[in-house]
């Protein structure tokens, strides 16, 4: 079992930024591709960015790309989400996962990701 507890989240103004952070632990951390997903009230759990094992390679959703950054220490097992340009439209529960295979589209697929975090609240006001 792999536990991930995310923090970080909070209110902010549209423009800001906030970092998201995701503390895994039970097993070695290195052996999993890591990715942050969304789920906006009313809306489907979507896929946001994902960093491979290493840590050496990221993948975005295309809606994403240039204003979020993921990244990961694999010393501290963590994993983290920069925010930048915030709208009020990110708005959501920001999720960490785990998942020891997905990589690129798979990451799409939401039902076979192994591990969920429990989430943490990110609210943008206008």
């Known amino acids: 079992q792999v536990q991930l507890v995310e923090s970080g989240g909070g209110l902010v103004q549209a423009g800001g930024s906030l970092r998201l952070s995701c503390a895994a632990s039970?097993?070695?951390?290195?052996?999993?591709?890591m990715g942050w997903f969304r789920q906006a009230p009313g809306k489907e759990r979507e896929f946001v960015a994902a960093?491979?094992?290493?840590?050496?390679?990221?993948y975005y959703a295309d809606s994403e790309q240039g204003r979020f950054t993921i990244s990961r220490d694999n010393a501290k097992n963590t994993v983290y989400l920069q925010m930048n340009s915030l709208k009020p439209e990110d708005t959501a529960v920001y999720y960490c996962?785990?998942?020891?295979?997905?990589?690129?589209?798979?990451?799409?697929?939401?039902?076979?990701?192994?591990?969920w975090g429990q989430g943490t609240q990110v609210t943008v006001s206008s």
């Open positions: 996962a785990a998942d020891p295979t997905a990589w690129g589209s798979l990451w799409y697929d939401l039902k076979r990701i192994h591990y």
């Open positions: 039970g097993r070695t951390f290195s052996n999993y591709a």
């Open positions: 960093v491979s094992w290493s840590g050496g390679s990221t």
